[in-house]
């Protein structure tokens, strides 16, 4: 049975920085596409951050140059470092992986087959 689990989540000051971690267990994502997405309360699931299995990164406006995403896949983890965090992304973040593998570019937001069951961040001002 295939598991994400997020981590890492907290309440930090505007300016402050947090690093979110995603295990996966029961299969190998190391060719897969990953991915975080974020939903604050009474909004939409939104788009974060992406990673090919390859390495490529994409991003949300909102967050480019101050939200990395990156993989270790010896420890089957995908990361997001979030840095000079602002209210506005306070949320709950999923991560999600792809079934598919060997994608050259991400997919859809609805195309993601797993799920992490979700971290809560609070950026206080």
């Known amino acids: 049975q295939v598991q994400l689990v997020d981590t890492g989540g907290g309440l930090v000051q505007a300016g402050g920085s947090l690093r979110l971690s995603c295990a996966a267990s029961?299969?190998?994502?190391?060719?897969?596409?990953a991915a975080w997405f974020r939903q604050a309360p009474g909004k939409e699931r939104q788009f974060v951050a992406a990673?090919?299995?390859?390495?490529?990164?994409y991003y949300a406006d909102s967050v480019k140059g101050r939200f990395t995403i990156s993989r270790d896949n010896a420890k089957n983890t995908v990361y997001l470092q979030m840095n000079n965090l602002k209210p506005e992304d306070t949320a709950v973040y999923y991560c999600?992986?792809?079934?598919?593998?060997?994608?050259?570019?991400?997919?859809?937001?609805?195309?993601?087959?797993?799920w992490g069951q979700g971290t809560q961040v609070t950026v206080s001002s």
């Open positions: 990673i090919t299995w390859s390495g490529s990164t």
């Open positions: 999600a992986a792809d079934a598919v593998a060997y994608r050259t570019t991400p997919p859809g937001p609805r195309e993601y087959t797993y």
């Open positions: 029961g299969r190998t994502f190391s060719a897969h596409a």
